[in-house]
């Protein structure tokens, strides 16, 4: 597979800070690339290094064999970028806001007003082209922006947190653009701190903290090698606690682990689960196949919730 | 190079057409304040005021009031306006994810301040031709492009201060110790050759005294050659110096 993009112990500073401290990893064609972690961990800062908004302070960054450092401006009119937070023209109208754009990342004036229609209905949000950005909702505005950020006909799309904040209906909506655009070969780098967002839609991923690689494969890959199976949830009380130590203390057959929303156990095999919940006398809040948030937790030992 | 100019000329773009949705509020305090000067001070004061270098007290301050709205407009476009840009609408943050570089914005910034400058010394020209003195289309010309060099001058000065700011508030500070002075102490009112040495020689650390001496000579046609060969020069060599810094710290601010 061609490589897009090289990352080599990139590193950012601000100040004392090192809010991204060392990164390397590669982007392939055609894959959608996950970079997770939770706030603070350095996603966003990476993110405007790759688009060359902000410069690095060391390591090495090569995209379609060029330095975004040297050459971002030749770079961004390949990319299509949805940034964190909208940044609309708010006196402007959907269609207005469009139209500068599309001159920005260079559409010829006569083909300008076709593509940005094209879009709009492609976001399915052309009944709403005359509406000042005022007037929509977060979704909306969510969604034009991405009509905004695929008005260069990108090669190589940038979403950072697409669908924070969003409401269910939408970040379906948005998934489901997200998985059309990558049919048709484009590659992608989305940064979230949603599991199931970068479960569905990543092939593989890096985990952030700290500004560091923490974990880099497959969302399936390390799910495996972290903490294969499946975890009961109980709602968390002082007696099963002690029971839960008693019980499993010297067990190798169970990982325990206990937050603030209650305590879950995990086992290669559910049918051991489900005899632990019987020998407990306790009915279990939920039972599931493990997840990146376990791999998270185990990883760092913290709710990927925290903010740092 | 092509290409940058290109992109700065459709952020100027972009920011006329920001500026159109409210033209007439837009607009108002440059064109209007330099008409109560000339009511209240020019004629008010100009009532004690027999006369001031040959001229009547409110034709003496039309000049410099003609000029110094390049200095206003520019001033308050490079502070709020540009600060919003920067730090609230994300106006600067979406383009930073287009072609569009730092270097685009700032040189797109000082375009449009120059360019607001002619727009408003046209404006406020055309005002005085209507209520002081007959059309005169060399004067409307010369003073337009006066217009542009002082807006470009005035608005790197603004975007210079801008680049010290910590918070919006922090431009009332701004106004009242640097443009108000400048303003003051333009030569708009009264002739600085007629102060003390030194408040002549503070006088020319001011772009804005450099404009008003070349409008007046331009308004009253006397001495242009000599002025124009002090002056303009001075203004055009600020301007740079300006915008120089300018560009530099704002460089900055916008890509970190």
Known sequence: MRQILRAENVEKHFGELKAVAGVSFEVYAGECFGILGPNGAGKSTLITCLYGASARDAGKLSIFELDPQINGRHLRARMGIVPQDNCLDESMNVYENMMHFAAFVGVKAGERRGRVETLLKFMSIDHKKNATVKQLSGGMQRRLVFARALLSEPELIILDEPTTGLDPAVRHLIWQKITELKLRSGTTILTTHYMDEAERLCDRLIIMDKGKIAALGSPASLIHKHCPGYVASFDLSEGLKEKVRLKLEDSSEFKTLEDQTGIHIRSAQIEALVRLTKDLQTEARLIRPSNLEDVFLTITGKDLSADA | ?256
């Open chain 2, 1 to 256: 190079m092509l290409e940058s100019l290109k992109l700065s000329l459709l952020i100027t773009r972009k920011h006329w057409a920001v500026y159109r949705k409210s033209f007439f509020s837009n607009i108002l305090p440059t064109v209007t304040d330099p008409i109560f000067y000339l009511f209240s001070i020019g004629m008010g004061v100009g009532a004690y005021v027999i006369e001031l270098g040959g001229h009547e007290y409110v034709s003496y301050i039309a000049p410099g009031l003609i000029a110094s709205a390049a200095l206003w407009t520019s001033f308050f476009e490079t502070s709020y306006n540009f600060y919003i840009r920067l730090s609230y609408d994300g106006s600067y943050k979406a383009m930073m994810t287009t072609p569009i570089g730092p270097k685009e914005i700032i040189f797109g910034e000082l375009l449009w301040v120059g360019i607001k400058g002619a727009g408003m010394c046209l404006g406020v020209c055309l005002v005085v031709f209507a209520l002081l003195r007959q059309f005169d289309v060399i004067f409307l010309f010369s003073i337009t492009l006066l217009g542009a060099l002082l807006g470009f001058t005035c608005g790197a000065l603004g975007l210079l201060a801008t680049s010290f700011v910590k918070n919006i508030n922090q431009f009332q500070t701004i106004y009242a110790l640097l443009i108000s002075p400048l303003f003051f102490f333009s030569g708009t009112f009264f002739p600085i050759k007629d102060l003390s040495p030194l408040a002549q020689k503070l006088a020319l650390l001011n772009p804005l005294y450099y404009g008003i001496e070349i409008a007046q000579a331009l308004y009253w046609k006397k001495d242009i050659a000599d002025t124009l060969s002090l002056f303009l020069p001075l203004l055009i060599l600020s301007g740079l110096v300006l915008g120089f810094f300018a560009y530099r710290r704002i460089y900055r601010l916008l890509y970190k």
